[in-house]
C-alpha cells in the first residue's frame, strides 16, 4: 500500500491543477446554459504531475479507484461546488477524500467570462494559464470539455483535451461525512485508473 505522504501530494497536484482551470466553448443556442450560479461538480479530471510523468485523473463523488506503484488500490472520493457570480468572480471548493479518510479541502477564488461562445475559467488573481472548456449539456448536466490553456492575451498555452468537468446546477448539498467502510466497499461504475501513481 502506499504511503500516506505519496497519495496526499496526489490530491494536492489534482486540487491544484484544477483550481487554474479555464473553459471555452458554449454553441450559441445554449450560451444561456452556463450562466452565474451555484453548480454541484459531480466529477473532474485534471492533468497531474504523478512520480514524474503528465498524467491525467479522474475524481468523481461515486469513487475512482487508483493502482499506486506498489499495486496497492485506493478510491478517491470528490464533492465540491462552482459559485459562478455576476461581474466574473467565482469560487471552487472541493473536497478530497483518499480511502474514506478525512478529506483535504481546496477552497479558491477564480474568474469567469464568456467570450465568443467560449468559457473562461481562471484563478482569482487573473495570473497564469486559463483553460478552455467546450460545453454540454447532457440531460441535466454541464460537461466541460477541455481545448486548451490560453495566456491573458489570448495566446494558445498548450493542449487541455482530455480536462473534463462535469457540473449538476442548483444548491450543493450538505456534505455528508465519508464512512471508510462504506466508500471502500461500495460499487463504483465511476472510472478505473490502473496506471502506476
Keep these: 500500500m502506499a504511503s500516506g505522504g505519496r497519495l496526499s501530494v496526489l490530491v494536492a497536484?489534482?486540487?491544484?491543477?484544477?483550481?487554474?482551470?479555464?473553459?471555452?466553448?458554449?454553441a450559441g443556442a445554449?450560451?444561456?446554459?452556463?450562466?452565474?450560479?451555484?453548480?454541484q461538480v459531480e466529477s473532474i479530471r485534471s492533468r497531474a504531475a504523478l512520480d514524474g510523468a503528465?498524467?491525467?485523473?479522474?475524481i468523481s463523488e461515486s469513487g475512482t479507484r487508483v493502482v499506486d506503484a506498489s499495486g496497492g488500490e485506493h478510491v478517491?472520493?470528490?464533492?465540491?461546488?462552482?459559485?459562478?457570480?455576476?461581474?466574473?468572480?467565482?469560487?471552487?471548493?472541493?473536497?478530497?477524500?483518499?480511502?474514506?479518510?478525512?478529506?483535504?479541502?481546496?477552497?479558491?477564488?477564480?474568474?469567469?467570462?464568456?467570450?465568443?461562445?467560449?468559457?473562461?475559467?481562471?484563478?482569482?488573481?487573473?495570473?497564469?494559464?486559463?483553460?478552455?472548456?467546450?460545453?454540454r449539456k447532457i440531460g441535466e448536466r454541464l460537461v466541460l470539455e477541455g481545448l486548451r490553456d490560453v495566456g491573458n492575451a489570448g495566446e494558445n498555452l498548450g493542449d487541455a483535451s482530455g480536462e473534463r468537468i462535469v457540473l449538476l446546477r442548483g444548491a450543493v448539498g450538505v456534505p455528508q461525512p465519508l464512512d471508510r467502510v462504506t466508500e471502500q466497499s461500495r460499487h463504483s461504475d465511476g472510472p478505473e485508473l490502473t496506471h502506476e501513481l
Excluded at 445554449?30 to 453548480?39: K, P, S
Design 30 to 39: 445554449d450560451r444561456a446554459i452556463l450562466a452565474a450560479g451555484q453548480y
Design 76 to 135: 478517491l472520493t470528490e464533492r465540491g461546488a462552482l459559485t459562478l457570480g455576476a461581474g466574473g468572480s467565482c469560487r471552487l471548493a472541493l473536497a478530497i477524500s483518499v480511502d474514506g479518510e478525512e478529506p483535504g479541502i481546496s477552497d479558491r477564488s477564480c474568474t469567469w467570462e464568456l467570450r465568443d461562445d467560449v468559457f473562461v475559467l481562471g484563478d482569482g488573481h487573473g495570473e497564469g494559464a486559463r483553460t478552455a472548456y467546450h460545453v
Design 54 to 58: 503528465d498524467r491525467l485523473v479522474e
Design 13 to 26: 497536484a489534482t486540487l491544484g491543477s484544477v483550481a487554474c482551470a479555464h473553459g471555452p466553448g458554449v
